[in-house]
């Protein structure tokens, strides 16, 4: 019987209470498959850890992850470190060195979920988000003279390459015609970044050509953020840069009801490296401890992750499961203006798998 070796990497906040959720849901999973087993290596990177240690992950952290088939990642995001410290020494530390440069982000309006754009009940919003996920605004390139004076400079670079950004582009539109629309929205904001968003619609085209049967569009990012309110049904898959992108999937997650629920793929496509899978949410300081954060956009993610290991009938049974608890108002947590807890929701969700 094939066993999966997952990464599991809670992080901070409640990260660490929905992956433990996550990994409850997947065991159950496997369980009821039958076909396939779960092998499941904790790490207790993140916050506390740096605490100890004063780095977020050990040095050798990567090699210890390297082989595995998979991670699970909660949030990296501690109060009393500085986030660009945990993001920067975590996530990013995985993401960068693993090349995880597709970061996939589906969007759709579970069922019994309310989304808060009046007439949308559903089928008008069904968007995959693809992110680069390894350069431009996020590329780290920048610094910082004169630290505290008033004469201080300081630069965040934004680097994109023609090898990155096609790279990118393939991915999407290849993602694109894969979906029924066969239908993909550029991002861009090259009308006042005249460089690199220049190149980056210069290779959006160039790369069209090869996909003669996808319709594509190109869309500044400001009037983007109108039409995914005003006109969600003329949106289906959706590529933008690293901070474009992290923007509108925030927005999106809320307009499908709640950032709670929204699933992410860090994809190395080549699979020369594991790639990860998260909610997109971070550590959500203002409820952690609590017991309450919402684990549907973990187990989700965990959808994503048997999709990306080739258990296609597995994945399909969990996203059946999720459907069916999120179906009933009893089994929402606050964010969606429910009362039930962590618990409930994943205690639900195995019965589901079981049922
Ligand atoms: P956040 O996603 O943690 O929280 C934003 C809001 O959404 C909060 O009100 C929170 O309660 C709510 N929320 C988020 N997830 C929820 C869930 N599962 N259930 C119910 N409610 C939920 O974003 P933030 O407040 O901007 O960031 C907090 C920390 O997390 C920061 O340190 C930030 O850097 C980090 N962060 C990490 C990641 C990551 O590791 N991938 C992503 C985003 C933020
Ligand atoms: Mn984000």
Same mark, same amino acid.
């Given at each position: 019987?094939?066993?999966?070796?997952?990464?599991?990497?809670?992080?901070? +906040?409640?990260?660490?209470? *929905?992956? &433990?959720?996550?990994?409850?849901?997947? !065991?159950?999973? =496997? %369980?009821?498959?039958? /076909?396939?087993?779960?092998?499941?290596?904790?790490?207790?990177?993140?916050?506390?850890?740096?605490?100890?240690?004063?780095?977020?992950?050990?040095e050798?952290?990567?090699?210890?992850?390297?082989h595995?088939?998979?991670?699970?990642?909660?949030s990296?995001?501690?109060?009393?470190?500085?986030?660009?410290?945990?993001?920067?020494?975590?996530?990013?530390?995985?993401?960068?060195?693993?090349?995880?440069?597709?970061?996939?982000?589906?969007?759709?309006?579970?069922?019994?979920?309310?989304?808060?754009?009046?007439?949308?009940?559903?089928?008008?919003?069904?968007?995959?988000?693809?992110?680069?996920?390894?350069? +431009?605004?996020?590329?780290? *390139?920048? &610094?910082?003279?004169?630290?505290?004076? !008033?004469?201080? =400079? %300081?630069?965040?670079v /934004?680097?994109?390459?023609?090898?990155?950004?096609?790279?990118i582009?393939?991915?999407?539109?290849?993602?694109?015609?894969?979906?029924?629309?066969?239908?993909l929205?550029?991002?861009?904001?090259?009308?006042?970044?005249?460089?690199?968003?220049?190149?980056?619609?210069?290779?959006?085209a160039?790369?069209?050509?090869?996909?003669?049967?996808?319709?594509?569009?190109?869309?500044?990012?400001?009037?983007?953020?109108?039409?995914?309110?005003?006109?969600?049904?003329?949106?289906?898959?959706?590529?933008?840069?690293?901070?474009?992108?992290?923007?509108?999937?925030?927005?999106?997650?809320?307009?499908?009801?709640?950032?709670?629920?929204?699933?992410?793929?860090?994809?190395?496509?080549?699979?020369?490296?594991?790639?990860?899978?998260?909610?997109?949410?971070?550590?959500?300081?203002?409820?952690?401890?609590?017991g309450?954060?919402?684990?549907?956009?973990?187990?989700?993610?965990?959808?994503?992750?048997?999709?990306?290991?080739?258990e296609?009938?597995?994945?399909?049974?969990?996203?059946?499961?999720?459907?069916?608890?999120?179906?009933?108002p009893?089994l929402?947590?606050?964010?969606?203006?429910?009362?039930?807890?962590?618990?409930?929701?994943?205690?639900?969700?195995?019965?589901?798998?079981?049922?």
């Amino acid at each position: 019987m094939k066993t999966y070796r997952i990464a599991a990497i809670p992080g901070d +906040g409640i990260g660490t209470e *929905v992956v &433990g959720a996550g990994v409850a849901v997947l !065991a159950a999973l =496997a %369980a009821r498959e039958g /076909s396939f087993a779960f092998r499941f290596d904790h790490f207790d990177w993140g916050g506390e850890y740096y605490k100890r240690h004063g780095r977020m992950m050990p040095e050798d952290g990567r090699e210890q992850i390297r082989h595995h088939d998979a991670i699970l990642f909660g949030s990296a995001g501690h109060p009393e470190i500085a986030d660009h410290i945990t993001l920067w020494g975590l996530r990013l530390a995985i993401c960068q060195p693993f090349d995880q440069y597709a970061n996939v982000r589906p969007t759709r309006i579970l069922p019994g979920i309310t989304s808060p754009l009046r007439g949308v009940t559903g089928p008008e919003l069904d968007w995959v988000i693809v992110r680069e996920n390894s350069e +431009g605004e996020y590329a780290g *390139v920048g &610094g910082r003279v004169h630290q505290g004076m !008033a004469e201080e =400079a %300081a630069t965040d670079v /934004s680097l994109m390459t023609r090898a990155g950004v096609t790279r990118i582009m393939r991915f999407a539109f290849r993602l694109a015609r894969g979906r029924p629309r066969k239908l993909l929205t550029v991002v861009t904001k090259s009308n006042a970044q005249r460089h690199a968003m220049v190149m980056w619609d210069e290779v959006a085209a160039a790369v069209a050509a090869e996909f003669p049967d996808v319709t594509w569009d190109k869309m500044l990012v400001d009037a983007m953020t109108m039409r995914m309110t005003l006109k969600p049904q003329t949106l289906d898959t959706i590529v933008a840069t690293n901070l474009h992108a992290d923007i509108l999937s925030d927005l999106a997650a809320a307009l499908a009801g709640s950032p709670g629920i929204a699933p992410t793929a860090n994809l190395n496509p080549e699979r020369t490296f594991p790639s990860m899978f998260e909610p997109i949410h971070g550590s959500a300081f203002d409820i952690m401890g609590k017991g309450i954060a919402n684990p549907i956009g973990t187990f989700w993610s965990a959808v994503l992750m048997l999709e990306h290991l080739g258990e296609a009938g597995a994945a399909a049974r969990l996203m059946k499961a999720i459907e069916r608890v999120t179906a009933d108002p009893a089994l929402h947590t606050p964010d969606l203006g429910g009362r039930a807890d962590t618990r409930a929701v994943t205690e639900a969700v195995i019965g589901a798998i079981r049922a």
